[in-house]
């Protein structure tokens, strides 16, 4: 999804106007990591009058089994909004007791929505955002490569605050980059715009990107069989740190250690 689009939200407690500046942070974020190619705004709506209090929806933070999760809730805010209401994406903005989640509602009025307490931190925002807009999945990647993605555990401890883009595989399937050849003549300094280097090896898709910052300078390479659906993820295959000069080496001279340990299921 990418361009300008207006996203419900219906706000369950808090000044709304506080809301509205919380959420506008995760819009600038989203604004700068899609290069201006996702330009969120916000339709806030609330308090509402519900059939229960909420806190009677929220068992195990809002995923627990109906009647009493989020599911109910949020099919009774569209019935208290009315008719004339239709989305197929919600965001629902409550108490400290909910548990941030995405989630789907079936029946008459089937949409996406996602459940966040209004003390999220941004991590968790964008990260539950990234499941309701774009429906990324979760990775469970190991600590040193999860870190590097907003979808596996950039958005966790001290990442909340300062969360890690979404990785090279998800910024392409959005649009957001451009792609560069992985020839022997690319040099990692080629990458420095933001393009993400992509080549066939021995029946994988290979993809490269060049990660600078947090005080680190690495090239985080990504792999998936070239047989898959094109729905499968890549998943990362190395995470190699430079050094200043290793800039203008060669992108594929520093991956081919790791790409010749493709076959052997990575390092």
Not at 21 to 49: F, H, K, N, V
Not at 52 to 59: I, L, R
Not at 72 to 79: C, F, G, H, K, R
Not at 105 to 116: D, N, S
Request: proline share 8%; hydrophobic share 40%.
């Amino acid at each position: 999804m990418s361009g300008s689009f207006e996203l419900p939200a219906i706000v369950l407690s808090g000044d709304i106007r506080d809301v509205s500046d919380w959420l506008q942070s995760a819009s600038d974020w989203y604004a700068e990591i899609s290069r201006g190619q996702c330009r969120l705004s916000w339709q806030l709506m609330g308090p509402l009058t519900l059939p229960k209090p909420t806190a009677w929806y929220a068992a195990g933070g809002g995923m627990g089994p109906l009647p009493r999760n989020s599911q109910a809730l949020v099919a009774d805010a569209i019935e208290a909004l009315g008719p004339s209401f239709r989305a197929s994406r919600l965001l629902v903005v409550g108490e400290k007791i909910w548990l941030p989640h995405a989630w789907h509602l079936p029946g008459t009025h089937p949409c996406r929505y996602a459940v966040l307490s209004g003390h999220a931190n941004l991590g968790t925002v964008v990260h539950e955002l990234g499941h309701l807009l774009f429906e990324w999945p979760d990775f469970q990647w190991p600590w040193r490569w999860g870190r590097e993605c907003l979808m596996a555990l950039g958005a966790t401890g001290e990442l909340g605050a300062d969360p890690s883009p979404p990785s090279a595989p998800l910024l392409l399937r959005q649009g957001w980059r451009e792609t560069a050849p992985m020839t022997r003549a690319l040099k990692v300094q080629d990458l420095a715009g933001g393009d993400i280097a992509t080549m066939d090896w021995d029946h994988w898709q290979v993809l490269a990107e060049w990660r600078r910052d947090r005080g680190a300078s690495r090239l985080m390479m990504y792999a998936r069989p070239a047989d898959s659906p094109h729905s499968t993820p890549h998943h990362p295959k190395a995470r190699v740190l430079l050094s200043e000069d290793e800039a203008q080496h060669s992108v594929l001279g520093l991956l081919a250690p790791h790409l010749r340990r493709l076959g052997g299921g990575g390092d």
